[in-house]
Nanobody, 122 residues
Framework: SQLEESGGGLAHPGGSLRLSCTAS????????TAWFRQAPGKEREGVSL???????PYYVDSVKGRFTISRDNGNYVHLQMDSLKPEDTGIYYC?????????????????WGRGIQVTVSS
């Protein structure tokens, strides 16, 4: 099973990017899906997750109101990132775990993508 991220790149402050993650060998509708990021010199942190068990999205406080996680019928999970800030810069990872997962503890996630670079700079 494999996850692959796409949609990263360079954005100006205040701009938008849309990340996508697709899975091969997994039907994402059966799993909880999440996005993590690792800023330069910092530890990886959870950004957003979409719980399968209650269908609710969860966001870290720093992205609430700016990022939106969604899943579509085409076996993709997306992260719409608006009003981007320089501190959003980092490598973003897609992760998949059990359907009941509702936290960002990394050891709870079974599959990880390789990550994709997001840079927010003027």
């Amino acid at each position: 099973s494999q996850l692959e991220e796409s949609g990263g790149g360079l954005a100006h402050p205040g701009g938008s990017l849309r990340l996508s993650c697709t899975a091969s060998g997994l039907f994402l509708d059966y799993y909880g899906t999440a996005w993590f990021r690792q800023a330069p010199g910092k530890e990886r942190e959870g950004v957003s997750l979409l719980s399968k068990s209650d269908g609710s999205p969860y966001y870290v406080d720093s992205v609430k109101g700016r990022f939106t996680i969604s899943r579509d019928n085409g076996n993709y999970v997306h992260l719409q990132m608006d009003s981007l800030k320089p501190e959003d810069t980092g490598i973003y990872y897609c992760a998949v775990g059990p359907s009941w997962l509702q936290n960002f503890r990394e050891n709870g996630y079974d599959y990880w993508g390789r990550g994709i670079q997001v840079t927010v700079s003027s």
